[in-house]
């Protein structure tokens, strides 16, 4: 089982739509959740974190974190084609127990917005 | 504000020689990441540093491999003898003490002949 799994997509969304992104993972003891975007032939950017179950708004993005499940989500209302990027999800799932250390990525989501 | 720096951006090597790779963290940052992408893979976790420590490890390879964070200057990851299979993005990630939120630099990315 892989620590941080998402889905691969592509998903593909019209311009305007709400995109949904989800992403699942192993250590119930991880204590860190972040979304990066990337475009292609970028380094990766950080969008959103959360660290307490429920949601997290920022702009058109929203954070959804539920521990018990092990999942947590992005949502970006109103997408725009500037969205179209892969968005990766990251965990801390450091051992010794910090809310800081290496961030364990899943395989990232290509998000496609069509106009 | 300058965020992460990385240089060199691109990295050309023949197999054998050697890459170093250098990151400066943000202003205020004192922790240091460093992160490999090889092709069509996700981001894979290698060294975690504080000034004058390695912090964790434990996704650096055994051999060739090694990193520091020196009192004075920034980061460098090392990589001896290169190969063909260490052609990737290099990324170096800064977060300020105590915070986990990472902040990425531009990569470099190194190709090896």
Same mark, same amino acid.
């Given at each position: 089982?892989? !620590?941080? !799994? ?38 990766? !950017? ?10 997290? !708004? ?58 | ?113």
């Amino acid at each position: 089982q892989k !620590e941080v !799994e998402q889905n691969s997509g592509p998903l593909s969304v019209p311009e305007g739509a709400i995109a949904s992104l989800n992403c699942t993972y192993s250590d119930r003891g991880s204590q860190s959740f972040f979304w990066y975007r990337q475009y292609s032939g970028k380094s990766p !950017e950080l969008i959103m974190f959360i660290y307490s179950n429920g949601d997290k !708004e920022d702009g058109r993005f929203t954070a959804q974190l539920n521990k018990a499940s092990q999942y947590v989500s992005l949502l970006i209302r109103d997408s725009q084609p500037s969205d179209s990027a892969t968005y990766l999800c990251a965990v801390n799932s450091d051992a010794g127990g910090t809310s800081y250390g290496k961030l364990t990525f899943g395989q990232g989501t290509i998000l496609t917005v069509h106009p | 504000n300058a965020g992460v720096m990385q240089n060199p951006r691109h990295l050309v090597r023949r197999r054998g020689q050697e890459a170093r790779l250098r990151c400066s963290p943000m202003k205020g940052h004192s922790h240091v990441y460093w992160y490999r992408q090889l092709p069509e893979e996700g981001l894979k976790f290698m060294v975690y540093l504080q000034k004058e420590n390695i912090i964790d490890e434990s996704g650096m390879p055994k051999e060739r491999f090694s990193a520091e964070f020196p009192k004075e200057g920034p980061s460098i990851l090392r990589i001896q003898q290169v190969v063909r299979g260490d052609s990737a993005a290099y990324f170096c990630a800064s977060s300020p003490l105590g915070q986990a939120d990472q902040y990425f630099g531009p990569g470099t990315r190194l190709l090896v002949l």
